[in-house]
C-alpha cells in the first residue's frame, strides 16, 4: 500500500491496490481501492465511465465494511 502514497497518478493507484487487494484481502486495501477509484471518478469526463467507476468503488467499499465495520469505508460511501 506504501508504493500507491508514492504516486500522484490516480489510475496507478487503483493498480497498486488491486494488487493488494489480491494479496492480503483486508479490509483496509479494498477500502483504499474504493477511494483511489473514487478519485479516478472524479475526474472522468465520460458519464458512463464515471458511473462505471463510482458503482466498482461503492462495491469495493461495502466489501471492506464487510470485512471489519470501519469510519473510512463510511466516509468513503457518502462522498460516492
Do not use: C, F
Not at 491496490?17 to 471518478?41: C, F, H
Amino acid at each position: 500500500g506504501y508504493a500507491a502514497t508514492l504516486t500522484s497518478v490516480p489510475a496507478e493507484k487503483v493498480r497498486i491496490y488491486e494488487a493488494l487487494v489480491k494479496k492480503t484481502d483486508n479490509w483496509v486495501a479494498y477500502n483504499n481501492l474504493g477511494a483511489a477509484l473514487l478519485e479516478l471518478a472524479k475526474l472522468e469526463i465520460d458519464q458512463n465511465k464515471k458511473s462505471d467507476l463510482i458503482s466498482k468503488a461503492s462495491n469495493y467499499l461495502e466489501m471492506s465494511l464487510k470485512k471489519q465495520e470501519n469510519g473510512e469505508s463510511h466516509l468513503n460511501l457518502a462522498s460516492a
